[in-house]
């Protein structure tokens, strides 16, 4: 199975208007960290937001949130005001486990567009 | 400002010529990776560094090697690259490999094999 699954491949935003990108994870460690990254056309990956297992809260960061559903499995980032710049390909990726050397596990990715 | 720094950024080899890639970070941090990351799909672990001890993924091709000669450097070598092997190459780093430390990444290098 996979552990991290974008099922949006491409998302188009209008400037100014918040977005939601899609993810779904799957283990069976109660311990585990979720992350986003961009990547713009340069190729950079950029971290965005982190949110935990244990995080009761959902994390912000700015423009960015993380819609933590933990029944759910699920992670979606939230990208509200669009601008611009934020078109990119955008991964969710998680880390099983505290001190285990466990590796980052990425999703397919979501390429977002912002339209002016 | 700490940071992860790769280069050359944009590397050219043909078929077959051995070639190096090149990372260093000023964090300080004990974990360096590498991944493979082709168009269109997400980044590939290749292996990591947890200080010195090295992790290999067990489909990484013999044909990749890694160094890390001290804790700001780790090299990738490409010992015969294919046409295949054209790529980008992203160095990450991480404080621990707790689930909880983020991956911080250089800017890459774009690999060309002609």
């Known amino acids: 199975a996979q552990k991290i699954t974008q099922t949006q491949p491409g998302m188009f935003v209008q400037e100014k208007e918040a977005v939601t990108l899609d993810c779904t994870y799957d283990?069976?460690?109660?311990?585990?960290?979720l992350f986003w990254y961009k990547q713009p056309s340069s190729g950079e990956m950029i971290f965005l937001i982190y949110q935990g297992s244990y995080d009761q809260q959902n994390a912000t960061e700015g423009r960015y949130s993380l819609n933590f559903q933990k029944a759910r499995k699920s992670a979606n980032l939230v990208i509200s005001a669009s601008q611009l710049g934020d078109s990119a390909m955008y991964f969710c990726a998680m880390r099983e486990g505290a001190n285990t050397g466990n590796q980052f596990y990425f999703g397919t990715g979501t390429s977002l567009t912002v339209i002016p | 400002d700490a940071m992860v720094i790769q280069n050359p950024r944009y590397q050219v080899t043909q078929f077959g010529k051995p070639v190096t890639l090149s990372c260093s970070q000023t964090?300080?941090?004990?974990?360096m990776y590498w991944y493979q990351q082709k168009s269109s799909q997400a980044p590939k672990l290749l292996f990591h560094y947890y200080d010195k001890d090295f992790n290999n993924e067990a489909d990484t091709p013999d044909n990749f090697q890694s160094r890390r000669p001290n804790t700001s450097f780790c090299f990738l070598d490409i010992r015969s690259p294919g046409l295949g092997d054209a790529a980008m190459y992203l160095c990450?780093?991480?404080?621990?490999?707790?689930?909880?430390?983020?991956?911080?990444f250089g800017p890459g290098t774009r690999l060309t094999v002609l």
């Open positions: 283990t069976s460690d109660p311990s585990y960290g």
């Open positions: 964090l300080n941090h004990n974990v």
């Open positions: 990450a780093t991480s404080e621990t490999d707790s689930s909880y430390n983020e991956q911080f």
